[in-house]
């Protein structure tokens, strides 16, 4: 069984804050907002955005290998959702949230 470090604490606590900021501003501040926040890609993307974070937290947690796989993908969702919610704009801790997940997760898949 892998051992938790505190590397894989702080990817664990980014992916939980990423997950919880993508489903929250999905919900409430996408759909209250309307127009180009609420584009079918857009919304698919940060809600896919969310479960790949959770995916990656749980397999770390799991403490197994693989997480490197997950964490792999789970960096390129999170940089995607983060170039689709600097586009559409007024989204900027979503943003810097998945940023700094999709970096994280980088280093944990290296």
Same mark, same amino acid.
């Given at each position: !069984? =892998?051992? &938790?470090?505190?590397? !894989?604490?702080?990817?664990?606590?980014?992916?939980? +804050?990423? #997950?919880?900021?993508? $489903?929250? /501003?999905?919900?409430?501040?996408?759909? /209250?907002?309307?127009?180009? #926040?609420? /584009?079918? %890609? #857009? =919304?698919? =993307? !940060?809600?896919? *955005? %969310? /479960? !790949?974070?959770?995916?990656?937290?749980?397999?770390? =947690? $799991?403490?197994?290998?693989?997480?490197?796989?997950?964490?792999?993908? *789970?960096?390129?969702?999170? +940089? %995607?959702c983060a170039v689709k919610c600097a586009e559409v704009g007024d989204m900027d801790h979503c943003v810097e949230v998945c940023r700094r997940c999709a970096e994280h997760c980088r280093? &944990?898949?290296?």
């Open positions: !069984m =892998l051992q &938790m470090n505190d590397d !894989m604490r702080r990817c664990v606590a980014i992916c939980t +804050e990423c #997950h919880q900021t993508c $489903l929250s /501003e999905a919900s409430r501040h996408c759909l /209250e907002a309307g127009g180009r #926040h609420v /584009e079918p %890609a #857009h =919304l698919r =993307l !940060m809600l896919a *955005c %969310a /479960e !790949m974070c959770q995916t990656s937290a749980r397999f770390m =947690l $799991l403490g197994v290998d693989l997480h490197r796989h997950t964490c792999g993908v *789970c960096a390129d969702v999170c +940089e %995607a280093s &944990m898949a290296a």
